[in-house]
Structure formats: C-alpha cells, structure tokens
C-alpha cells in the first residue's frame, strides 16, 4: 500500500506541470482539450473536401471566409511506422528542432517559458509574393492524456498552438501582418506485439496522427493564392515533419 502510495506521488510530480499558475492556464486547458475533442470528430458527413493524398497521409479542408479573408480549416490523417505519439508530439513542441522540418519560417524566439511543456513563441515567417510578410505569436503546450475511451489502449498525446499576446511582440509595431492560428497534432501508438514474446522494438509501432489547423491570414491577400499557397505548403509539412522524426528516432531507445 506504501509503496503504490509513494508510486502515485511520484507520478504526480513526474506529470505536473508548472503552467497551472500563470494567468493563461485556463485558456490553455480549454483550447487544448477542445482541440483534442474536435481532432477526434471524424471527417466523414461531406463538409471535409479531400485535398491532397499520399499514402497513408490524407488531408481535408473546408473552404471558409471570413470578412473576405479565406480561413479554411484543415484536417489531416496519417499513419506512421516505427515511432510513438510522445516522439511525435515532442519534436512538433520542441523549439531546438524546429528548423530541422519547418520550411515556413525565417525567424523563431521563445518569448517566454511558462513551464518544460509550455511557452510563448514569436515567429517570423517567409514572404511569400505578392503578400505582406506575415509573423505569429502563439501559446504552445504539449501533453499526455489517459486515454478514457479504451484504459488497455496507449495515453494519447496533443501538442496544441494558439494565438496569444505578448508584451514584448505587439502586434502594431512593425510592418509585419499577424496570423492568427489555432493548430493541434494529435497522435496515438499502438502496438502489435511480437507472437514469439520477445521484447517490443520499432518494428512494432504504429503512430496514428491528426494534425488540425485553422490560420486566419490577418490582412490581405488573394484567395486564390493563399490556397495554392496552402496546397503546396501543408503536404510538404506533414510529410518533411513525419520523416523527420522517423529518421531522429531511428536506433534511439523508444519514449513511450
Ligand atoms: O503547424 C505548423 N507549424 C507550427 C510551427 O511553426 C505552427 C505554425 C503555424 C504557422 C502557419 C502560418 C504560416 C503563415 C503563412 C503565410 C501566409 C501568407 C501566404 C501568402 C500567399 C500569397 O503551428 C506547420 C504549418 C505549415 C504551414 C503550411
């Protein structure tokens, strides 16, 4: 009984975070947990127009506009061999990395570290003709979650941005046009485990993935553009990003 007791105190710590003091948590919890909820609804009822394909890698929009800007919300699907939802989701989260798979960005500061799993990050992207140059300040978080609909499946991972503010970024200063953007990727393993019994190795994961992204452009550009923009960004995205971390997690010891 001592022992499970000290075991649970230790799970505790190991898995707190720190966040839950600062005054963003609340949006942080909410936003998080909504996106894990709309990253779970499926895109079948018609409203999700298939885009782009590869593989396993499918993805989705719904073109939407808003005061003339397109918004369009996107879905993504994708199976993954050989590395675990944690993996994935760290190296999304991981700022020391994120030049290794993101071909969008020409500048990137952490603003601030609210904890280890949480922080704000000021971003310059490239410009894309004929647009203005476009930044983004968001709230980055990643976490496990119990995975509460199946207790013998493996704890879902999220790793969730969002537009925040932020003292020393703000958004009038400068000729750059701010995005705003709510984005998630949420992945799950699973394991087929080896029929002889032996110990479970990179052979035997699979990683499924949904990455979801609504960006709002912040100022003009063409419709048009932006979606070609978009149809030729996202795949490359998500296929440089997947690989990236097959290749990082190669020969590495599994991080479940
Ligand atoms: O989710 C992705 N990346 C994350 C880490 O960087 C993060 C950032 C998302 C920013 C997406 C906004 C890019 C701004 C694009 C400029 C728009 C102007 C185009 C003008 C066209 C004429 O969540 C991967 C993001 C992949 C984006 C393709």
Same mark, same amino acid.
């Given at each position: 009984?001592?022992?499970? /007791?000290?075991?649970?105190?230790?799970?505790?710590?190991?898995?707190? =975070?720190?966040?839950?003091?600062?005054?963003?948590?609340?949006?942080? /919890?909410?936003?998080?947990?909504?996106?894990?909820?709309?990253?779970?609804?499926?895109?079948?009822?018609?409203?999700?127009?298939?885009?782009?394909?590869?593989?396993?890698?499918?993805?989705?929009?719904?073109?939407?506009?808003?005061?003339?800007?397109?918004?369009?919300?996107?879905?993504?699907?994708?199976?993954?061999?050989?590395?675990?939802?944690?993996?994935?989701?760290?190296?999304?989260? =991981?700022?020391?990395?994120?030049?290794?798979? /993101?071909?969008?960005?020409?500048?990137? +500061?952490?603003?601030?570290? $609210?904890?280890?799993?949480?922080?704000? $990050?000021?971003? $310059?992207?490239?410009?894309?003709?004929?647009? =203005?140059?476009?930044?983004?300040?968001?709230?980055?978080?990643?976490?496990?979650?119990?995975?509460?609909?199946?207790?013998?499946?493996?704890?879902?991972? $999220?790793?969730?941005?969002?537009?925040?503010?932020?003292?020393?970024?703000?958004?009038?200063?400068? +000729?750059?046009?701010?995005?705003?953007?709510?984005?998630?990727?949420?992945?799950?393993?699973?394991?087929?485990?080896?029929?002889?019994?032996?110990?479970?190795?990179?052979?035997?994961?699979?990683?499924?993935?949904?990455?979801?992204?609504?960006?709002?452009?912040?100022?003009?550009?063409?419709?048009?553009?932006?979606?070609?923009?978009?149809?030729? /960004?996202?795949?490359?995205?998500?296929?440089?990003?997947?690989?990236?971390?097959?290749?990082?997690?190669?020969?590495?010891?599994?991080?479940?």
């Amino acid at each position: 009984q001592q022992y499970l /007791e000290r075991l649970k105190n230790k799970q505790v710590v190991r898995f707190a =975070s720190q966040a839950p003091a600062h005054p963003l948590w609340p949006e942080i /919890e909410r936003v998080t947990l909504e996106q894990l909820q709309y990253a779970r609804l499926g895109v079948e009822g018609g409203v999700w127009q298939l885009f782009a394909e590869d593989g396993e890698m499918k993805m989705y929009k719904r073109e939407e506009e808003v005061d003339g800007l397109a918004v369009d919300p996107l879905k993504a699907v994708h199976t993954v061999k050989g590395v675990t939802g944690r993996e994935m989701t760290h190296y999304f989260f =991981s700022p020391d990395v994120r030049f290794e798979w /993101e071909t969008t960005l020409e500048q990137m +500061k952490v603003l601030e570290t $609210i904890a280890d799993d949480t922080l704000v $990050i000021l971003q $310059i992207h490239k410009r894309v003709w004929p647009a =203005s140059q476009r930044d983004a300040l968001f709230w980055s978080h990643v976490r496990r979650v119990p995975n509460d609909t199946d207790r013998d499946a493996q704890d879902i991972w $999220i790793a969730c941005n969002h537009s925040t503010e932020h003292h020393e970024a703000p958004s009038n200063e400068g +000729k750059m046009v701010r995005v705003a953007l709510t984005v998630c990727l949420v992945c799950q393993t699973s394991i087929e485990p080896p029929a002889d019994g032996g110990p479970v190795t990179r052979d035997h994961l699979t990683c499924k993935i949904t990455y979801c992204s609504v960006v709002n452009p912040g100022g003009w550009v063409p419709t048009s553009a932006l979606r070609a923009v978009y149809k030729r /960004e996202y795949p490359k995205f998500l296929k440089r990003f997947t690989q990236y971390v097959k290749d990082r997690c190669d020969k590495q010891p599994i991080l479940f």
